[in-house]
């Protein structure tokens, strides 16, 4: 089958997409030289929020892509996504009736955390591919139930770690595994913090809403617009402040930089094998100990006072957002999006344009995904890349729980010697919704 290559688009066109109102006609998008409906990928959408949004856009520009179905429990976002696919799509709430259907081959899953392996589970079992939004679950368990799941099932899984699909921190990680800067000792990423308990007065559920299915296997407890603005999305996840349905920052934000920090590590298939949150008094900032002596900290800049400072760092300059900064023997590389990628010395990477813009790496990233539902390949970001990754992420969220320094073993992902640490690598799920 013949492949139509993707159209590159310039910063300009990108905001004045990200800008354009939600309802994009069909057409618009440029869907006229798509091929032929049964030589296409038949995509169905579970979750409709901002990130889904994107999700929609992108696939409809995708002439190897066809939209059959999306779902969502929130009837305007539901039914405006019905209307931007177009002629074809059929909308739903339940996620189980667009999964019965027998010519959706694959899904993109943009739903909060707490549904990503609830439904992910669900659509290997029915056959289908999918891309999965981060973080790829709640839990380290349910990590690990996804990986077993794809493999028996044979799915093709692409975590939405995008950045594996990016030249500029492809080109970094490249550098950092092959040696450019000897041994490394330190890698700094951004978005500290967590979340926790909250409790929030119930308020009338919209109309329009179906709050059960919303909440779906987490907790039940009454509806607050907190946890959710009915209707048009905003440009915020809105729950994550919630442990039942996220885990903060670290999740949310820095497991991007934490997929990028194993991957440069060359511990796509390990971990940290230490955390020491602030809470104890006896580090600065979140900080992973690796066995080969590597230390990973959390925080928004670096400050001579409470870290190692490499030489020719200007500490008045802030880590790059889900970006990396690896410091080693020979100098440092600090790697970001919107094609950001600078060194000391300079020749490590070269002279290159600071904060030039990048390619589309969410777009790469799909494209990545639908060439290997063709090839039977495993992707970029494959499930158990996205498992570990997000492992790292859901530590230093236990260790900020506990208040606790703790030891884990990354191949028997087990805590060493604490029990509640332990008990926090899983919850229970509501009904029908257990894995």
Request: proline share 7%.
């Amino acid at each position: 089958m013949k492949r139509s290559s993707a159209r590159r688009w310039t910063r300009r066109e990108i905001l004045k997409l990200s800008a354009a109102p939600l309802f994009v006609g069909p057409g618009v998008l440029g869907r006229a030289a798509a091929a032929a409906p049964s030589e296409r990928i038949g995509l169905g959408f579970i979750g409709i929020g901002m990130m889904g949004q994107h999700h929609l856009r992108s696939f409809l520009d995708r002439p190897q892509a066809q939209v059959l179905g999306v779902c969502d429990v929130d009837t305007w976002r539901r039914e405006n996504a019905k209307k931007t696919a177009g002629e074809g799509c059929a909308a739903y709430n339940d996620l189980r009736d667009l999964l019965d259907r027998t010519d959706i081959d694959a899904v993109v899953i943009a739903t909060g955390d707490r549904w990503h392996i609830p439904a992910g589970v669900l659509a290997a079992k029915a056959g289908k591919d999918i891309y999965c939004e981060k973080p790829m679950s709640l839990t380290i368990r349910e990590a690990r139930v996804m990986v077993e799941t794809v493999r028996r099932h044979g799915r093709v899984f692409q975590t939405g770690l995008q950045q594996r699909s990016t030249p500029e921190f492809q080109i970094a990680c490249k550098l950092v595994r092959e040696g450019a800067l000897g041994k490394v000792t330190h890698v700094y990423v951004c978005f500290p913090g967590t979340c926790g308990d909250v409790s929030l007065p119930a308020e009338p559920v919209p109309d329009g809403l179906d709050w059960d299915l919303w909440l779906g296997p987490s907790p039940w407890r009454p509806y607050n617009s907190r946890f959710h603005i009915y209707g048009r999305p905003p440009h915020v996840v809105p729950w994550h402040f919630c442990r039942d349905f996220g885990g903060g920052n670290l999740t949310s934000n820095a497991v991007h930089a934490f997929d990028i920090v194993q991957w440069g590590l060359g511990m796509d298939e390990s971990g940290p094998a230490e955390i020491i949150p602030p809470e104890t008094g006896k580090v600065p900032s979140l900080t992973y100990r690796y066995a080969n002596g590597v230390q990973l900290q959390v925080d928004w800049k670096l400050d001579k006072a409470k870290h190692y400072v490499p030489e020719g760092w200007d500490t008045s300059i802030a880590i790059q957002a889900f970006g990396a900064v690896f410091a080693g023997e020979k100098g440092w590389i600090h790697v970001g999006r919107e094609g950001f990628l600078q060194s000391h010395p300079e020749e490590i990477v070269g002279r290159r344009p600071v904060g030039a813009p990048g390619p589309r790496p969410v777009q790469d990233h799909h494209e990545n995904w639908l060439e290997c539902i063709r090839t039977r390949e495993r992707p970029a970001c494959d499930v158990a890349i996205g498992a570990q990754s997000t492992i790292v992420s859901h530590l230093g969220c236990i260790a900020h729980w506990t208040g606790r320094a703790l030891k884990w073993d990354p191949a028997k992902d087990e805590f060493i010697g604490d029990e509640d640490a332990n008990r926090m690598r899983s919850r229970a799920n509501r009904e029908p919704w257990m894995i």
